[in-house]
């Protein structure tokens, strides 16, 4: 649990699930066969085109853009493999020239000179598996191939590097920065498979050229007929049925370079990912978490979930309004007390999802939460990932936080072990790491006034217990704490980011009276 939460800690602040930067191919605004819409209406005449209103409105859509991510200059077209074999290929090809450029580098280093350009660099950076050759084949093949080896290298960039080394960080920090999309034909195949050959009926308009490409899909805005500005996300092809042979694949030529260590339980930490992968596929869904998170949050005075365009869903399709703002790492050029609320609402959601909605979404990238600046609202994005925690889980979990926030440590120990994070029979040396970490991450709601988030060291306080937590850790941590603590750690990284000050105590106290009355009143059955 911990090495997940330090990991995150330590990188997610550059982590967003949308490239941001240059935009790179003209945009063009498209019918079918690239032909334009207005030419198509004139070609196919009134009934089977667009009404000379309806180009109007495509048409002033243009000039009002409305504020969003980009495609990163490191974008480009490439053709996404399909088929399982083509995938396989890919890495197969990625194995073979990492063996030949481990010859090469061996044979560079032995020229003159080459040992003492080894020497003067530390023992891993100077590993040639993880020449630069290298690394630049790994970043090209994962960019190329997408899906779910893209979204572990992803991962992998923002861990900590006490099981991943500095140079292998590198190379997954220029993956996650660089997502390629799909070409235009392969973009449209998805489209008539997935909404029928007549799919051009259902919009007045959509961009060629997406405004963001992520490991799983790509993003095109779009116009619907009554003016409705929206963002289709068009999923790759191949890579929902690729999932597990992905993964397999990349740890594959991860294990030629690194050993992961025996306390991270890799197999255990392998299901869980490939279960929220194939759930971040399924974009029906992602609508359906949607539009309850959007029914939940119907009424609250700063959160908003953009609508679902029903007749843009499917498996692979996902239409939803497009939505403006700016992501959180960008606020923070905005006064303390906007930061300071901007926080103190993300933390209340955060707690809202846990304990009164029992339903979290748990991406916690911060473009999947954009401010805006007139309304002072967050649009919350990307529902792929939410998943439910049932009641067996939260009533253990909410007495840890309880006791971290009371500061008694023996009281955490005990419900660590209800909730099954502990067997009973570790060391006290796991023991003490295990509730000291606890103890860090309880700060917040122990504090009785405000809490300087900017002003803590709570991520290198927690990387310096990953070693012990690793060597003696004796079972795999709940399964729902994988996404959980991702996404708590991600808002407690915003919080620093932001350099916020607010008082947690009385919140939590709020949120875990309300939990008990409810419990209380209307015992709810686990979820499954």
Known sequence: MWLELGGVLRGACGQLSWPVGALGPRLHWW????????????????????????????????????????????SRERRVPASRISRLASFGGLAVGLGLGVLAEVAKKSLPGGHLQAESSSRQDSSPFLSEANAERIV???????????????????????????????????????????????????????????????????????????????????????????????QYPGVAQSIQSDVQNLLAVLKMSVALPEGLFAEQSLQALQQELAWECDYRREAASAQNFRQLLA???????????KELCTARVLGMELAGGIPLDQCQGLSQDIRNQICFQLLRLCLRELFEFRFMQTDPNWANFLYDTSSHKVTLLDFGASREFGTQFTDHYIEVVKAASEGDRD????????????????????????????MILGEPFAASGPYDFG?????????????????????????????????????????????????????????????WADRQAQPLPAAF
């Open 140 to 234: 090209q093949t994962l960019c190329t191939v997408r899906g779910a080896a893209l979204k572990v290298g992803q991962m992998l960039s923002i861990q900590d590097n006490s099981f991943i080394s500095p140079q292998l960080q590198r190379i997954f920090e220029r993956v996650r920065q660089s997502a390629d999309f799909m070409p235009r034909w392969q973009m449209l195949k998805v489209l008539e498979e997935e909404l029928g050959k007549n799919w051009q009926a259902k919009v007045a308009s959509l961009e060629e050229v997406p405004f963001a490409a992520a490991s799983i899909g790509q993003v095109h805005q779009g116009m619907l007929r009554d003016g409705t500005e929206v963002a289709v996300k068009i």
């Open 299 to 309: 009424d609250d005075p700063f959160f908003r979930v953009p609508a679902v365009v």
């Open 455 to 515: 002003a803590g060291n709570t991520a290198r306080r927690i990387q310096d217990l990953i070693p012990v937590l690793l060597q003696h850790r004796l079972c795999p941590p709940p399964e729902e704490t994988y996404a959980l603590h991702r996404k708590l750690a991600g808002a407690f990284l915003a919080c620093a980011r932001l350099r916020a000050q607010i008082a947690c105590q009385d919140l939590f106290q709020d949120i875990y009276c309300r939990y």
């Open 31 to 74: 019918g079918p066969c690239g032909v334009s819409w207005a030419r198509k209406c004139h070609q196919d005449g009134p009934r089977r085109g667009l009404s000379e209103e309806d180009i109007h409105r495509a048409r002033e859509a243009r000039l009002r853009k409305t504020s969003r991510p980009q495609l990163s200059d490191r």
């Open 411 to 438: 009281q955490v120990l005990q419900k660590s072990r209800d909730l099954k994070f502990l067997t009973g029979f570790e060391t006290k040396a796991f023991s003490d790491a295990h509730v000291e970490a606890v």
